[in-house]
């Protein structure tokens, strides 16, 4: 197919990049969600920094090619991407993640510079999207590319097969009933929105397989605050119990954030299976191509799994 005529299902953070890919490559595009943007999409805190997801030998490379367009897009405002540079430290002795090698700039803290508790840090610069601003702009440069919406439920993928000749299933959670995966399940995750005192740095914390995270994200006038991970929770409420916690882990990190005054609470549900998927098969003569269970990466993953599509269907 030098250009075809394409639909993809969801409008989260995959599905808008693998829309905007597709749509600026000259194949005719339509999304299809009942939400746009993704609820999911719109709750996170985002920075890229990949998860130990599988599979190992593809992600690195989407996450490579991720890595250079959000780079590229920090340097236009209009995206909610900008450069920052911070820290994430442990309070055990750790190694350095594996894919920082990918970031030029990595060096390893001397113990003045990491907080009281902490044992090794690194200090590096990545891009961190303001999820909201960043999925306005996509849905924006998707329209200026000829892209169309339209807000609706997809209760089946045989209901939209016909109208395409190839679906792009990136639906997230929805895949555990379109596509019929048992292995789809939500990690619930939960952030608070605060303003911004004066922080352009930011810290995360290693917290290896605890649900409690610590890490915060400065974006402009605001801070987001987080966080956790909890497998299996499907809530998309607020827990006042857990805000609390989290702005207490972060406040201990950080004592200007004292001065911050809470704006928002924020709950998504990062989609998760054992590995990602992303393949393609044959729906009633239809190319059906499969994009979801990102989990947490969704966006460190994006625009390389969006390239990795595009390829397929062409």
């Given at each position: 197919?030098?250009?075809?005529?394409?639909?993809?299902?969801?409008?989260?953070?995959?599905?808008?990049?693998?829309?905007?890919?597709?749509?600026?490559?000259?194949?005719?595009?339509?999304?299809?969600?009942?939400e746009?943007?993704?609820?999911?999409?719109?709750?996170?805190?985002?920075?890229?920094?990949?998860?130990?997801?599988?599979?190992?030998?593809?992600?690195?490379?989407?996450?490579?090619?991720?890595?250079?367009?959000?780079?590229?897009?920090?340097?236009?405002?209009?995206?909610?991407?900008?450069?920052?540079?911070?820290?994430?430290?442990?309070?055990?002795?750790v190694?350095?993640?594996?894919?920082?090698?990918e970031?030029?700039?990595?060096?390893?803290?001397?113990?003045?510079?990491?907080p009281?508790?902490?044992?090794?840090?690194?200090?590096y610069?990545?891009?961190?999207?303001?999820?909201?601003?960043?999925?306005?702009?996509?849905?924006?440069?998707?329209?200026?590319?000829?892209?169309?919406?339209?807000?609706?439920?997809?209760?089946n993928?045989?209901?939209?097969?016909?109208?395409?000749?190839?679906?792009?299933?990136?639906?997230?959670?929805g895949?555990?009933d379109?596509?019929?995966?048992?292995?789809?399940?939500?990690?619930?995750?939960?952030?608070?929105?605060?303003?911004?005192?004066?922080?352009?740095?930011?810290?995360?914390?290693d917290?290896?397989?605890?649900?409690?995270?610590?890490?915060?994200?400065?974006?402009?006038?605001?801070?987001?605050?987080?966080?956790?991970?909890?497998?299996?929770?499907?809530?998309?409420?607020?827990?006042?119990?857990?805000?609390?916690?989290?702005?207490?882990?972060?406040?201990?990190?950080?004592?200007?954030?004292?001065?911050?005054?809470?704006?928002?609470?924020?709950?998504?549900?990062?989609?998760?299976?054992?590995?990602?998927?992303?393949?393609?098969?044959?729906?009633?003569?239809?190319?059906?191509?499969?994009?979801?269970?990102?989990?947490?990466?969704g966006?460190?993953?994006?625009?390389?799994?969006?390239?990795?599509?595009?390829?397929?269907?062409?």
């Amino acid at each position: 197919m030098a250009t075809a005529e394409v639909l993809v299902v969801g409008a989260g953070i995959i599905g808008l990049t693998t829309a905007v890919t597709l749509a600026e490559a000259g194949h005719q595009v339509t999304v299809v969600a009942d939400e746009i943007p993704g609820l999911t999409s719109l709750a996170a805190g985002a920075s890229w920094g990949p998860y130990h997801v599988k599979p190992y030998h593809r992600v690195s490379w989407w996450s490579r090619h991720t890595l250079k367009v959000l780079t590229e897009l920090a340097d236009v405002a209009s995206t909610g991407v900008q450069m920052v540079s911070g820290i994430e430290a442990s309070r055990t002795a750790v190694s350095l993640p594996d894919w920082a090698a990918e970031l030029p700039d990595v060096k390893e803290c001397r113990g003045n510079e990491l907080p009281a508790g902490f044992r090794t840090g690194w200090r590096y610069t990545v891009p961190v999207i303001d999820m909201p601003r960043h999925l306005g702009y996509l849905l924006r440069r998707l329209a200026v590319a000829g892209g169309l919406i339209e807000e609706r439920y997809v209760a089946n993928l045989n209901d939209v097969t016909a109208k395409a000749d190839a679906v792009v299933n990136c639906s997230g959670l929805g895949a555990r009933d379109l596509a019929a995966d048992d292995s789809m399940y939500p990690i619930r995750g939960q952030l608070v929105v605060v303003s911004n005192p004066g922080i352009d740095t930011f810290f995360s914390e290693d917290t290896r397989s605890s649900p409690d995270l610590t890490h915060y994200l400065p974006q402009g006038d605001t801070v987001i605050l987080g966080g956790l991970a909890v497998p299996g929770d499907a809530s998309r409420e607020p827990d006042p119990a857990t805000a609390e916690a989290i702005i207490a882990r972060c406040f201990e990190i950080e004592p200007m954030l004292r001065q911050a005054q809470v704006l928002e609470h924020r709950v998504g549900l990062r989609p998760t299976r054992p590995q990602i998927r992303l393949d393609m098969e044959r729906l009633d003569g239809t190319l059906l191509i499969h994009s979801y269970g990102h989990g947490g990466a969704g966006a460190s993953l994006s625009w390389g799994c969006a390239a990795e599509t595009e390829q397929l269907i062409r």
